[in-house]
């Protein structure tokens, strides 16, 4: 008999009543040290008091009025997005699925409104992770997540991750219009895409009149230590998908542009009842005044030097089990040779949750303002982990 809830996900058995900072808490009251962050979401721990300040205020005073009105936390949470990016203009989606289906309308629209309609394709790349909508799996293109699904949404052409022949093959096409990547891959295995090859993206995009589109949705909000992961290459995107850390925990996503690439998306042509709502936005615009400040990113920096070294050190120490590490910031990510969902499975029995990527890797994604002795306390719960793998 199926279950009440649809059976997508396989499930830990573990079911938290509680969250704070770093920490989740079972009814049972066992402890967990949280080095996944509900996969990249709660960028600045469990409870935040500043969120939850900002949440509760918001809630005691207006919590939805629709976007036939004038939505001021919104209009201040676009203004500091604006101000801290390349773009110009942004719109405000509740996921980040819901954001690259925007991407995917804004960059089409663009080309049929400047009089080259016959440029509808879309370059990705294989590993990818756009979301689960009909836009977003033919975007990614895996079989594991196309399957049965089809017709699926026409116009995409994936190259192979790294094959720099294939993608300028595919970038000097006349029916292409953009290059949709994200900077560093998450569910594909943390895979970070090279300085030199945003460079060369955006490059290869200038040449051609493409449209750069990144997708930062896990990467992004502070995640690798810049504000946003392409800043470390010194160019920027004409479109970007955020999601994930923006809203802390609260759902909430956004689609920036420069006022070229937005230039056909008039009234009318793209809408959404919950978007840019005023809790998401009053909660965003808290994160935003934390992660978004030199001082927090380069605390990030910092910790994200610390957990790394003692990344590197469990993986010399166990080279049966672990193979490398690999990521930016703190979206970190364990190559491993065991299993990496074993490897997960280990964590949980010694009171550590990671998350598991794609290429067998398991991921760390820890609140970005986790504390020091907490990052000490992870090393050591995933050295436990490794420990009761190890062959005795
Ligand atoms: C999670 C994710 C998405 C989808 O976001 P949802 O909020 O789950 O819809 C899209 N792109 C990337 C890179 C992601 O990591």
């Given at each position: 008999?199926?279950?009440s809830i649809l059976p997508t996900y396989n499930r830990a058995p573990l079911s938290f009543v509680k969250g704070e900072g770093s920490w989740l808490t079972e009814a049972s009251g066992r402890r967990y040290l949280d080095l996944g962050a509900g996969i990249a979401v709660n960028a600045l721990g469990h409870a935040n008091?500043?969120?939850?300040?900002?949440?509760t205020a918001q809630a005691n005073a207006l919590w939805h009025v629709s976007n036939l009105y004038t939505i001021p936390q919104q209009q201040e949470l676009a203004d500091r997005l604006v101000e801290a990016t390349f773009a110009d203009t942004v719109f405000f989606t509740n996921s980040g699925t819901e954001a690259c289906?925007?991407?995917?309308?804004?960059?089409?629209?663009?080309?049929n409104d400047t009089g080259r309609p016959q440029r509808t394709g879309i370059i990705t790349f294989e590993g990818s992770f756009h979301g689960r909508s009909s836009a977003g799996i033919a975007a990614a293109g895996s079989e594991k997540m196309t399957k049965g699904f089809s017709p699926l949404l026409a116009g995409f052409i994936h190259v192979p991750f790294g094959d720099h022949d294939a993608l300028r093959d595919a970038a000097a096409r006349h029916d292409v219009g953009a290059i949709l990547i994200e900077p560093v891959q998450g569910e594909g295995g943390i895979r970070p895409v090279p300085d030199q090859?945003?460079?060369?993206?955006?490059?290869?995009?200038?040449?051609?009149?493409?449209?750069?589109i990144f997708d930062e949705v896990q990467c992004g909000m502070g995640r690798t230590g810049k504000l946003f992961a392409h800043e470390w290459s010194g160019i920027t995107p004409d479109i970007m998908?955020?999601?994930?850390?923006?809203g802390g925990g609260?759902?909430?996503?956004?689609?920036?542009a420069t006022a070229m690439a937005a230039d056909a998306m008039t009234a009318g042509t793209h809408g959404s009842t919950y978007g840019g709502n005023p809790l998401a936005c009053a909660v965003g615009n808290a994160v935003m005044g934390i992660i978004a400040t030199d001082a927090f990113l380069a605390e990030v920096n910092r910790k994200a030097g610390l957990f790394r070294q003692g990344l590197e050190a469990l993986v010399a120490a166990y080279p049966d089990i672990f193979e490398a590490v690999r990521g930016s910031g703190l979206m970190l990510g364990l190559k491993c040779r065991a299993a990496n969902?074993?490897?997960?499975?280990?964590?949980?029995?010694?009171?550590?949750?990671?998350?598991?990527?794609?290429d067998n890797v398991v991921r760390i994604l820890p609140p970005l303002?986790?504390?020091?002795?907490?990052?000490?306390?992870?090393?050591?719960?995933?050295?436990?982990?490794?420990?009761?793998?190890?062959?005795?």
């Open positions: 008999m199926i279950s008091p500043a969120l939850v300040a900002a949440l289906e925007l991407a995917v309308k804004m960059a089409r629209k663009h080309f090859c945003l460079k060369g993206l955006r490059d290869l995009c200038d040449e051609h009149g493409l449209l750069l998908m955020v999601a994930k850390g923006i609260f759902p909430l996503g956004a689609v920036l969902t074993d490897v997960v499975k280990a964590g949980l029995a010694a009171g550590v949750l990671t998350v598991p990527a794609a303002n986790i504390p020091d002795e907490d990052i000490v306390t992870g090393l050591a719960l995933l050295d436990k982990a490794a420990a009761s793998m190890a062959p005795a």
